[in-house]
């Protein structure tokens, strides 16, 4: 929703400067495009201006940057390890791939997303975990704590991976999160 209005807002901002750009350029009949928009024809000081101009781009800067926020990632690194039988590298994904397609398989969850960061000497683990309005949450964390994560600390040979857990519940056809 949040998204949605701020796309809504997007666009009506673009179609007002279309109408302004449109005015100016004369397309509009009816309209005089040389007429006083403001009473007054007196300019504010040198300095005013470029303080607004300069505030524009910072404000422009800063949307920018949010709006680049919110592309998702997905970091896929690569993990190596030598030793005296040779060296042995795998990727994050294919990593949390087995573990995610087990969670999986618990009752009353639909889908896992799983992300491994972090270099393998400290690993983190993040899991989004997409459950039916019915699960019982306390019972997949339970078993993802007690089955899942203790044989993916193993297989990986890092006893100190951490986890964390998001749910996102399916109540109708809207998600909604519960953390």
Known sequence: MNRFLLGLLGLILLAAGAAAAAVHLGFVPGIDRDAVLVPGTVLPPTWVLVVVAAAA??????????????????????????????????????????????????????????????PHTAPRLALVVRAHGDADLRGIRRRIDDEGLPRLREALGTPDLQATVEFRMTTSKADARVH
């Open 57 to 118: 781009v910072v404000i422009a800067l800063l949307c920018l940057r949010w709006l680049i926020a919110q592309v998702p990632r997905r970091r896929i690194s690569t993990w190596s390890w030598a030793d005296d039988a040779g060296a042995t590298r795998i990727t994050t994904a294919t990593a949390a791939a087995p573990f995610a397609d087990e969670v999986t398989t618990y009752p009353g969850v639909r889908k896992v997303e799983a992300a491994l960061t972090g």
